[in-house]
């Protein structure tokens, strides 16, 4: 699960979590290693890479997954490899390498379905995660909704990685529901780095609705505002609130059966 990454024999950098992308920085020295003008790039895995523990969660047979021959940790580690792209790319005075945004609901706790002209708005919280070769005394990160809505921040990078939350409301944008409810409404949401120099931008789809895990009488406000960061169950069973709607979850799960987990048969005598 773990590797060292070399370009042109030029060692980048170690990968030890299967779950994260790495950005590796590459120097006039990587480039300068390159045998007749083609790059070289390698993925040596090496089991004695210590990866905590993170593995993909089929390891070591858990349910329907074979086992493996290779070991990390203890474990038959069992991966499918690299599974997304390599790539190398230009940075100018920054670069965007995460935008992550959350939707909050503005209004009450809806117990009713929502209507995309009763709904209270949502709030928008977009985390944008720069990465910049050298300090930037200024620039701005700018936050633009397909609704029509723009906000603009002004921002210092230091070197390496920096994080920048900005805030954007969004009130005139219609309901995302789940198949067979309604349609499923997409905005896009762009996050653009501007200063003097130069400037990038990184689009993500996002969606508007309220869920709500369901345990108890949610009907009453007293028991909504006592069950804030609490878990557990009540004793009305489970179900789900999507913009106000219940919705019953359904669905089914066979895991492949084993010669080593199936029963003797015992005739119907001895019941």
Known sequence: MGAN???NGVHLGTANDPFLRFVFPVTTAHLLAANGGAHELTVAFDTSIDCGGRWMACTGGWD???YSYTKQGGANTFTKGIWKSVYMTTVGSAAITHVVPHVFYNGTYPTEPLTDSTHAGFTVSVTVHLWAPAPIGFGVVGIAGEWGTTVNKHVT???GDNKVTVEIE???VKLWWPNGM?????YNITAQWLDSASGVSASRRIGFRFVALVTGNDTDPSYVAASKGAQG???LGMLFRVNGAAIFARGA???PVSTQQLLPLRPLSEF
């Open 5 to 7: 990454i070399s370009l």
């Open 64 to 66: 329907w997954a074979p």
């Open 157 to 159: 990078l230091a070197a």
């Open 170 to 172: 969004a009130s005139k």
């Open 182 to 186: 309604g349609k499923q409404n997409l």
């Open 233 to 235: 169950t009540d004793h």
């Open 253 to 255: 799960n066979m895991i």
